[in-house]
T-cell receptor
């Protein structure tokens, strides 16, 4: 099946620094990628939707200047948490879907555990 | 408003037993319904995906059913194993082609005990 690779799986950073998380589709062209945040014992919360070559669409309440999303190619999207604070500590997950005609399935990355100290 | 409700919230069963998880939804227009298994600290892994015309789909010991009339789905796990302990998430997509416009259920946390 299709594979989505997310990197890094864990990251610890100091408060005030920025962290970049990568999401790659390894064997298909991901026309759309999604970024989620998940708190312990809660379901995934959609943060933003990104289409290759265009600006990301952010969900209500998500600060676009804090969570920078770049989808520069059909196989790579990045999420940068800028000026991270301890409250940004969370589990971040990406998913990707292929072009029209490809399976309707959405494939998830392994997730990234971000800890801001 | 599109909603997906899962029950029970949590479930504890003994190894070897069967169990059934429920998912009710109000998503419209319906595109597909997916069940995912999420281990703690990991991303969700797909178990099944069903479209409107499918009413059952199996993946090993996992069997999902879909009743599009009543907007209900179930995930049946047969002969449970300790490794089945995880969160099971029901996701319903709306629209015609965008599988990502999805509504997530809160999940059912399954614990399988020896």
């Amino acid at each position: 099946g299709a594979v989505v690779s997310q990197h890094p799986s864990r990251v610890i950073c100091k408060s005030g620094t920025s962290v970049k998380i990568e999401c790659r589709s390894l064997d298909f062209q991901a026309t759309t990628m999604f970024w989620y945040r998940q708190f312990p014992k809660q379901s995934l919360m959609l943060m933003a939707t990104s289409n290759e070559g265009s600006k990301a669409t952010y969900e209500q309440g998500v600060e676009k200047d804090k969570f920078l999303i770049n989808h520069a190619s059909l196989t790579l999207s990045t999420l940068t948490v800028t000026s991270a604070h301890p409250e940004d500590s969370s589990f971040y997950i990406c998913s990707a879907i292929g072009p029209v005609g490809y399976t309707a399935e959405a494939f998830f990355g392994q997730g990234t555990r971000l800890t801001v100290v | 408003k599109n909603q997906v409700e899962q029950s029970p919230q949590s479930l504890i069963i003994l190894e070897g037993k069967n169990c059934t998880l429920q998912c009710n939804y109000t998503v419209s227009p319906f595109s597909n319904l997916r069940w995912y298994k999420q281990d703690t600290g990991r991303g969700p892994v797909s178990l099944t995906i069903m479209t409107f015309s499918e009413n059952t789909k199996s993946n090993g010991r996992y069997t999902a059913t879909l009743d599009a009339d009543t907007k209900q789905s179930s995930l049946h796990i047969t002969a449970s194993q300790l490794s089945d302990s995880a969160s099971y998430i029901c996701v319903v997509s709306a629209g015609s082609t965008n599988a990502g416009k999805s509504t997530f259920g809160d999940g059912t946390t399954l614990t399988v005990k020896p």
